[in-house]
């Protein structure tokens, strides 16, 4: 199972692309050589081909651009006060918890991981020493008086008993030429995994901004940091994808990665991925792995675009924090599944209304918990994390439009324009920390059985993989179910089944099919309008986080 996890080291020689195209050329006099048949063919490919793809192969770009944007990389270093572990307050296996995440998911290595936290195991000695948790990383002077532009989990992480961001009580950065300095930590914004970081200078080197909304996938890019804590390593590979978003196990919300195979290890993070004319595209950030003995390096690393890091970059040292508007909504992907239960062309893209906020400007405005949001604006969605954005980048006070799909028994009133002023959203550190207050729980193969009366039980969606039956006050009891789910509960699951695929576990609740379900009877009248083939929109309470989620289960062939 792929982990995600954090930055990348050499990767391959540099490769140039068919000798030929260098050969091919006259070495004096600015003329063309004549050349073979292979080399006429390949110049002739060159000459029709977008101009950029000229300036992508002779050797000389990737020295260059090592040359020019090298001097502007640095390597940080962050310390920040922890508590002795002798000593931890109540709460502090959660936070110890969240720390692994961190660690699982930007990668850890033997003594150099920029996420290793390196304190003392003891409970120290009487001079008074205090106990430290280190970190390392990467990156990049943006300006010749000292901005620096890294990853927010370099320099911070999230406390989410306090619901606030630990920020490092100390960082140092180091240039290339060893000039070491303080630095000054500008703001950090965990919703894009951004920092901004300031030290006192006056005609440092600097690298240029490039545009990452003109990136093609196979463009040469270059990743330069300190993987390993080896400082001033480049690394090269092209584009594999652009606009990666939805990663499993990522808790950033703001997700639309560049994609690269330029090997991106443990301390790339917050370091430069950089296109052939020296520009900066991205923000190294998380690598995926398989795990293993040498769980590094894999071929697929992921960058934070440009664009975006310098949108939150302005914020950052104009307000120390990101402002975003606010809708008060939780939302799901509008998959392929989800589509087609809920009856949708297959090239509608959007956002399900997972929950509403109580008091929320969503709530105000008449949002409902599974509408689906296919358009904001007048334009239409990409899908969620489209949408997310484009509510991100309005600001408090701004309204919005919403293109909106409402599932009912009929067609009327299904299609809806709902209009919307948004509030300003709240630090990314309190968002963040009540997800993960959600992200306990056992297996499904850990819930104890429910003890359900038999006669009551309903085999309906056997095809599907599982049963259910009434939800009575002592399955509430079992399960710890709040007075205001209403549906039927999940007793039996099979292990390989359409419903164990999608997550569905014993003691979960069926809230909703095509409608709000009460009772077995229903349930069954519902699933019965259902054949092979087709799939079956659910809204599905989990007792183990909390959260209800709308899903869709496909009835096998």
């Known amino acids: ?48 081909a977008d101009p950029r793809l000229a300036d992508m192969v002779p050797q000389a770009a990737f020295v260059e651009v090592a040359d020019s944007v090298g001097p502007a990389v640095v390597f940080i270093e962050a310390t920040r006060v922890q508590e002795s572990p002798h000593g931890q307050p109540e709460g502090q296996g959660q936070n110890r918890r969240f720390q692994d995440f961190f660690e699982d998911f ?38 010749a008086d000292g901005y620096i532009l890294t990853n ?39 919703g894009t995994d951004i920092a901004l970081l300031k030290i006192d200078g006056r005609r440092l080197p600097h690298a240029p901004f490039g545009d990452s909304e003109q990136l093609r996938v196979g463009e040469w890019v270059m990743a330069i940091g300190a993987p390993f804590g080896l400082q001033n390593t480049v690394s090269a590979g092209i584009v594999s994808a652009i606009g990666r978003a939805s990663l499993q196990g990522m808790l950033t919300p703001y997700q639309d990665f560049v994609q690269t195979d330029a090997a991106i290890n443990p301390g790339n993070s917050g370091g430069p991925l950089v296109n052939l004319h020296g520009e900066i595209i991205g923000i190294n950030t ?20 440009v664009n975006m890091a310098r949108r939150v970059t302005d914020q950052l040292r104009e307000h120390g924090r990101v402002i975003r508007g ?89 299609d809806l324009s709902i209009t919307v002023q948004l509030t300003e959203r709240p630090p990314e550190s309190e968002v963040l920390s009540q997800q993960f207050s959600f992200a306990g729980g056992g297996a499904p193969d850990e819930q104890p059985p429910v003890e359900e009366p038999e006669h009551v039980e309903s085999s309906s969606a056997q095809a599907l993989g599982f049963r259910v039956t009434d939800l009575t ?47 077995v009877e229903q349930f069954d009248a519902e699933i019965g309008e259902f054949g092979p083939g087709d799939a079956v929109p659910l809204r599905v309470y989990s007792h183990r986080t909390g959260t209800s989620n709308f899903l869709a289960v496909r009835i096998p062939r």
């Open 286 to 305: 998380a690598i995926a792995t398989g795990g293993g003995f040498n769980p590094s390096f894999n071929g697929v690393g992921f960058a934070v675009p």
């Open 1 to 48: 199972m792929s982990i995600w996890r954090k930055p990348a080291r050499l990767v391959a020689p540099l490769i140039l692309v068919a000798g030929g195209l260098v050969v091919g050329l006259a070495l004096g006099g600015g003329q063309t050589a004549i050349g073979t048949e292979t080399q006429q063919a390949t110049n002739a490919v060159m000459d029709s």
């Open 473 to 519: 006050r002592e399955v509430r009891r079992q399960f710890e179910i709040p007075d205001n789910i209403v549906g039927v509960v999940v007793t039996h699951v099979a292990e390989v089944s359409p419903a164990a695929r999608i997550g569905i576990a014993p003691g979960d609740v069926i809230r909703r099919v095509r409608t709000n379900i009460e009772g």
């Open 326 to 414: 606010y809708l008060g909504v939780s939302v799901q992907e509008l998959d392929r599944d989800r589509r087609d239960a809920y009856d949708l062309a297959p090239r509608v893209r959007g956002a399900i209304i997972q929950s509403v906020n109580e008091g929320g400007p969503a709530e105000a405005a008449g949002v409902e918990e599974g509408d689906l949001v296919i358009g904001v604006d007048g334009d239409r969605l990409e899908g969620q994390q489209d949408f997310l954005q484009r509510i991100a980048n309005h600001g408090p006070g701004d309204e919005v439009e919403l293109e909106v799909v409402r599932p009912t028994e009929t067609d009327a009133d299904r």
């Open 106 to 143: 930007f990668g850890r290595r033997p003594e150099l991981d920029e996420d290793e936290e390196q304190g003392d195991e003891g409970e120290g000695d009487n001079f008074g020493f205090q106990n430290e948790a280190r970190s390392q990383g990467s990156g990049v002077l943006i300006s």
């Open 152 to 190: 927010a989990h370099v320099v911070a992480q999230l406390d989410p008993r306090e619901r606030a961001l630990d920020l490092a009580s100390h960082v140092q950065v180091t240039m290339q030429d060893d000039r070491l300095y303080d630095a000054e930590i500008i703001g950090a914004d965990l």
